[in-house]
């Protein structure tokens, strides 16, 4: 999960920068925020997956 959230992050903000003509800033705020997403789902299902005391 954790490349498929950067990799559609990269996909929208590439898109976007290319129709508005603003490279590459969507293009990295995209990719931060994938990787943002990553690390969430990632923290999320270490969380489930911890023993309960």
């Known amino acids: 999960m954790f490349p ?3 990799l559609v ?3 929208i903000g ?3 920068d ?3 003509k603003t490279s590459p800033w969507l293009t990295l705020a995209f990719i931060f ?3 943002l997403a990553g690390f969430y789902n990632l ?3 270490t969380r489930r997956h ?3 005391e």
């Open 50 to 52: 911890e023993p309960e």
């Open 4 to 6: 498929a959230s950067i």
């Open 33 to 35: 925020y994938g990787i």
């Open 14 to 16: 590439h898109f976007l």
């Open 18 to 20: 290319r129709w508005l």
């Open 9 to 11: 992050g990269f996909a």
């Open 43 to 45: 923290f999320a299902q």
